[in-house]
């Protein structure tokens, strides 16, 4: 029995890799934070749907792991939705304790490449705003699962 509301068709569409292997974005879903990325075979995806709790396969140690087991830092499933091409799942969480990352730090995005300042950003945020806008729009994004758990 699963805690989620599974959609059982939408887990046939999920296209793993040739390793077996989904990419797993995992965001807090009150805050919109991207929090980790790591990988699901279709066991760990069942546990996560099962459990309400993030399930990932190791890759480095060939084994599942549950986020939190050993550093406390559980994450709660609210909702899995896949992609439009179904070769990548987002999993909405609330996230308890210090964060996401092994380093301690709340998001494992925490080192920044770049970004645009001044009126550069002014600029070019309202345009692309709007893209994002129409891009959602016109994507839709397909949910397999979703609720509250306990």
Do not use: P
């Not at 990988?39 to 939190?68: H, I, P, V």
């Amino acid at each position: 029995m699963s805690l989620l509301d599974v959609d059982e068709a939408g887990l046939s569409a999920i296209r793993y890799g040739a390793d077996g292997l989904v990419v797993a974005v995992v965001q807090e879903a009150e805050s919109r934070d991207v929090l980790m990325v790591a990988y699901m075979n279709d066991e760990a995806l069942r546990r996560t749907l099962e459990s309400g709790r993030t399930w990932f396969w190791s890759r480095s140690r060939q084994q599942y792991w549950c986020k939190g087991e050993t550093s406390g830092d559980r994450q709660w499933v609210r909702r899995v939705s896949y992609d439009c091409d179904g070769d990548a799942v987002l999993v909405e969480v609330t996230q308890d304790g210090r964060g996401a990352c092994h380093t301690g730090a709340w998001s494992c995005f925490y080192r920044e490449l770049g970004h645009l300042t001044g009126d550069e950003a002014r600029e070019s945020g309202s345009e692309a705003a709007a893209a994002a806008a129409e891009s959602a729009a016109s994507a839709g994004v397909a949910a397999i699962a979703f609720g509250e758990s306990a």
